[in-house]
Every structure is written in structure tokens, then in C-alpha cells.
Nanobody, 122 residues
Framework: VQLQASGGGLVQAGGSLRLSCAAS????????MGWFRQAPGKEREFVAS????????YYVDSVKGRFTISRDNAKNTVYLQMNSLKPEDTAVYYC????????????????WGQGTLVTVSS
């Protein structure tokens, strides 16, 4: 199983980025997907998740209204559209896959990608 995250980069505060996570080696449409992030010196935290069909999504309060998670099962890809970015969004962003409940606990996820760095300058 491989989860390849991409789309990170350097952006000014108020800007936008779209992260992608391409999955292979698993039946993608059976898995819930999540995005987590880890800022320097901090623990990894939940950002957003989406169930297998895309019909249910969940967000941490700090990104509600700014980030949107979506998926394309035909392309085995999950996305995270990030708008109105803030310096506090700076982190390495990881995608993860789970056959279980798409919750906020990282222990619920079975597979992890390598991460993509997002840096938001003020």
C-alpha cells in the first residue's frame, strides 16, 4: 500500500493550496481517508476526514469553513483544498487510510503517506 501526498509548498497568509493524496495497493473506495498535520515541536493532529463514499466529512474546528476534503474514487485520490491559510497552518500534512471509522484518532488509521510540507508566511 502506498499513499503519495503532494501539493505542499510556500504560500502567503490568505492564500490557497490543494493537497492531493494518491493511493495504490488497496481498494480505495473501501477506505475512509484522513488528513493530519504536525507542526514543528508539536504533536500530530487531526485535520479532516471523509468516509468511503464521500458522503460524510469531518473537520477540526480550527479549519472549518477554510478547508474542504473531497475524494475521487475513480482516481484513487483524496484532496484537501485549503483556503484563507494562516501561519498557524504551517505543518507537514499527512494523509491516512482506514477501514474503520473515519475519526480523529490517528490510531484508527491503517496506512500513512510520507507527508507534504505546507509553509504559510505572514
Amino acid at each position: 500500500v502506498q499513499l503519495q501526498a503532494s501539493g505542499g509548498g510556500l504560500v502567503q497568509a490568505g492564500g490557497s493550496l490543494r493537497l492531493s493524496c494518491a493511493a495504490s495497493g488497496l481498494t480505495f473506495s473501501s477506505y475512509g481517508m484522513g488528513w493530519f498535520r504536525q507542526a514543528p515541536g508539536k504533536e500530530r493532529e487531526f485535520v479532516a476526514s471523509i468516509n468511503w463514499s464521500g458522503g460524510k466529512t469531518y473537520y477540526v474546528d480550527s479549519v472549518k469553513g477554510r478547508f474542504t476534503i473531497s475524494r475521487d474514487n475513480a482516481k484513487n485520490t483524496v484532496y484537501l483544498q485549503m483556503n484563507s491559510l494562516k501561519p498557524e497552518d504551517t505543518a507537514v500534512y499527512y494523509c491516512a487510510a482506514t477501514l474503520g471509522v473515519v475519526g480523529f484518532r490517528d490510531s484508527s488509521y491503517d496506512y500513512w503517506g510520507q507527508g507534504t510540507l505546507v509553509t504559510v508566511s505572514s
